[in-house]
């Protein structure tokens, strides 16, 4: 191969130092030389932000840095080199599956295989118990850099593999890695050897096409997680557990939420009363919240005549996501997948000035945007949607002064629903539309007011949309996901499309700024999401029923109802049986069942004295004696204040929060 032994580089350590070795030296070489005891936790090595592993030769000059079982990256390796332990055990179990890729991916690791028939959940367990077998056997991770022909001999009986090898480029480094008996063509990284490789888990197997194609054939794919430490696999086990029991899909039906049927259409949300009651909480929540920092409501319809979207550009950079058209009268007409070009016609109905500014311009707007049924999912992926879509138009002096209210408005939303909370700054990407200094200009105004109020924030390179920087929320559950939340925008570009102009003091036209902000986001995700973030177990402001009222015995009905009629006229979504059908056990289980916050037991005692028993959702064995009047303050103080839990619960809730 490649042989410049006279070549020297120079690796710049993490602490400045610098070190000059011979071209084609291995990282192993150079760590040992560093240190016995940085080999021995090594896992790979950093050159100028690229991992490679220790086996590999340095042809580079530039930032070098050990990775160990500390860095974030060096889990990427770990689970890559998981996949060629599970194939090492799959192809000593089942000699003659051919393999296909073997990627690490979020949280784990697949492997593909042509295999007669699919691996079963006994198959799993074997492969598992064999691929620790392979990990005991500190199986060194051998690296070969071969030719073409040397390659196509080694992989003679893998056709997969071959495949591959004739799409490599002329002057591709072609390597092998072998473990033991099982041999692959692959680029790397991998561990030192087999024994690093510890705590990792088979979790299921699905079909999956050869390249993705679905006119090749279906291979068995094997997927798998694989962690540095016991705990870290323990915790992700759990969290998976917990997303099966927390699933929207499985809480919305049996909590009677939402639905979807064929006869409507794929990906359209259908919301039932109960679903219903927690969006109408959700929007007069919001609908609150935005009135009181200033914004003005406005309503644009659901089909828009095309040409507005040629005017926006949506038309021709959307186009696959739109429905329609629809020809009306010789025009065609779209579902709007977008609410901005609405609200800017609002602006333009007429003569602005800067006195009018800024105006901040809120819809609950429906939009339409096709998606692919394969990736439907449930309420987070879905063809219609409801935004709580606001579009601000300022000076651009103005600009500090709106991104601080917008930070004020999505700490005061989601410090309600509980959820703590990242921030992202996307900066300009290659295709940025306008100058590098608009948008450094721009990139600066929101760092600084970032930085002004000690907000932690990161910082996305290039990952902006191509008109204007934006500041992107990731909201973090109950079981620790990230979820897609708020974000603002900023936006060059659709103000020059459409000519958006003001007068300013000077009384010439000025250009205004326009800033496009979700909260929720899609209502129909955020709810999906916060389904799962309380499992089903929602704050009593949200509840669907927010107390049951079950009495003991048919004689204290009339308390009861009494009680019901108390509860609704103080506002109180009370559920009560007046026609007593079930027996109150039944009641009782049904209400645990529905996760209905409270429940009051009336039993004769109780109603003699004016009392219930009052129970909580989450700790129903126990019970609090209260009066009726007070149970009444209690939950009206309780929903007042959109409280995360209630105040007198004597556990905390299911959700842990
Ligand atoms: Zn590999
Ligand atoms: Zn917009």
Redesign the pocket.
Known sequence: MIDRPSDELTLTLPDGSARTVAYGTLPRDVVASIGAGLLRAAVAVELNGAVQDLMTPLRESGSFKVLTEKDERSLDVLRHSTAHLLATAVRRLHPKAAIGFGPAIEDGFYYDFEVAEPFTPEDLTKIENEMRRAANEKLPFVREEVDRKGAQAKFVDDPLKLERLAELGEDEVISTYTDGPFIDLCRGPHVPDTSRIKHFKLMHTAGAYWRGDEHRQMLQRIYGTAWWNKEDLAAYLHRIEEAKRRDHRTLGRELDLFSTDPRVGAGLILWHPNGGVIRREIEDFERELIMRHGYDIVYSPHIVNEKLFEISGHLQTFRENMFGPIEVEGQFYRPKP???PG?IVIYQSRQRSYRDLPIRYAEFGTVYRYERSGVLHGMLRVRGFTQD?A?VFCTPEQVPLEIERLLDLVHEMLAVFGYPYTIELATRPENGLGTVETWDRAVKTLSDVLNARGQAFTIDEGGGAFYGPKLDFKLIDAIGRKWQGPTV?LDFNLPERFQLEYIGSDNAQHRPVML?RVLVGSMERFVGGLIEHYAGAFPLWLAPEQISVIPITPDVGGAAAELAHKLEAAGIRAGYDAENREDYRERIKTASKMKVPYMAIIGKREADAGMVALRFRGSEKKQEIISVDALVERLRAEIATRALHPAGALQPPENGL
């Open positions: 977008m609410n901005c609200h879509d579009h925008q496009h």
